[in-house]
């Protein structure tokens, strides 16, 4: 069985997989709630949020997958692998900001809701760039471990 550490960058790529995790539960986007009208608001499990969700279960189990293998080394575990779950989860989470921008979700009445309205969205972008960080380390290291 390999039991070997993960390299920087899987560790790196795991930790941001689970902070894009959690900002997929947590609300995007909240609108309304003031002036006696319930308030509308959703997750990354509306439109192409959930692209962000499966990129993160993705990179988690690409990240397990050397473990699962034993000894034998595999071809998909490289940084090319981990760089196209980042490029789709960037589209996913830019076509879903512009959905958002274009249905009129990103209204704000103080400074401050932006960043209170969507807390998922924020912990779900920092997740993806901890993700693109950890390919960027990938690239440095030897290719085979």
């Given at each position: 069985m390999n039991r070997r550490r993960p390299a920087?960058?899987?560790?790196?790529?795991?930790?941001?997989?689970?902070?894009?995790?959690?900002?997929?539960?947590?609300?995007?986007?909240?609108?309304?709630g003031d002036s006696g009208l319930p308030a509308l608001g959703g997750n990354a499990f509306e439109g192409s949020g959930i692209l962000v969700f499966l990129v993160a279960v993705a990179t988690l189990a690409l990240v397990a997958l050397p473990y699962a293998m034993g000894d034998r080394p595999t071809?998909?575990?490289?940084?090319?692998?981990?760089?196209?779950?980042?490029?789709?989860g960037w589209f996913g989470l830019g076509w879903r900001v512009l959905d958002l921008l274009l249905s009129g979700a990103f209204r704000f009445d103080q400074p401050t809701d932006v960043f209170t309205n969507g807390p998922g969205l924020w912990l779900s972008g920092i997740g993806l760039a901890i993700l693109?960080?950890?390919?960027?380390?990938m690239t440095r290291e030897p290719a085979y471990r």
């Open positions: 920087g960058g899987r560790t790196l790529a795991a930790g941001g997989a689970v902070l894009a995790l959690v900002g997929c539960v947590l609300p995007w986007w909240r609108l309304g071809a998909v575990d490289r940084w090319i692998s981990y760089a196209l779950l980042a490029v789709v693109s960080r950890a390919v960027y380390r």
